[in-house]
């Protein structure tokens, strides 16, 4: 069964501490893994990976995918309250409907 | 660029009542997707369309769950009967088609059956 598996479930943490964010992932047919920042409801998007060793980076969050091991790591430097969310992966599939695969998501929150 | 719009925000039902959400994703958005959230848990996937066929509806509860996309524009998910464990967020997202890897998603409708 296809499954990603997010670590830790939650973390709390103090304004300027660095987190790091682990995606562990078993699927068919990979095609890219994605994360997303939810906050409140709808989550928005952050980063797409798709080749191995590449970092994404946007501010003071950077991402990177190993696909020899099957897992990502998204790192938060320098965290904000307002970096408070929880944050999901996803696996995307290659084939038929290109279905996204969600793990459950780290919940984080920055205390000032 | 308007974002997916979904209604209502919030639905309150006693179990074994019905249910319907609505869903208008962003405007030439192919693909269309329901997910539900249960507290504690990531989405997970019960219907997606492309156009107005059913692409993949593996984990929709078909005895209970229906959804359509009559025009290929907007979209409907209904629960008839409602159960308890169906108290979540039901989120709708759209992609402009089934090959883009950026969906977007609407603010949700929180659910709870009591």
């Known amino acids: 069964e296809d499954k990603v598996v997010q670590s830790p479930l939650s973390l709390v943490v103090h304004e300027g501490d660095t987190v790091t964010l682990n995606c562990s992932y078993e699927v068919t047919n990979f095609r890219s893994l994605l994360w997303y920042k939810q906050e409140k409801k709808a989550p928005t998007f952050l980063f797409m990976l798709t080749s191995s060793g590449i970092e994404k980076k946007s501010g003071r969050l950077s991402s990177i995918l190993d696909k020899k091991e099957l897992s990502s790591i998204l790192n938060i430097t320098a965290t904000q309250t307002g970096d408070s969310a929880i944050y999901l992966c996803?696996?995307?599939?290659?084939?038929?409907?290109?279905?996204?695969?969600f793990g459950t998501g780290t919940r984080l929150k920055v205390l000032a | 660029e308007a974002g997916v719009a979904q209604s209502p925000r919030y639905k309150i039902i006693e179990k074994r009542q019905s249910v319907a959400f609505w869903c208008n994703p962003i405007?030439?958005?192919?693909?269309l997707y329901w997910y539900q959230q249960i507290l504690g848990q990531g989405p997970k996937l019960l219907i997606q369309?492309?156009?107005?066929?059913?692409?993949?509806d593996s984990q929709l509860p078909k005895d209970r769950f229906s959804a359509e996309r009559l025009k290929g524009v907007d979209s409907t998910l209904k629960i008839q009967p409602a159960k308890l464990e169906d108290s979540a967020v039901y989120l709708c997202a759209s992609s402009f088609n089934r090959g883009y890897n950026e969906q977007f998603f609407g603010p949700g409708t929180r659910l709870t059956v009591l």
């Open positions: 996803a696996v995307r599939q290659n084939s038929g409907t290109y279905k996204y695969i």
């Open positions: 369309f492309q156009n107005n066929g059913v692409v993949d």
């Open positions: 405007s030439g958005h192919a693909t």
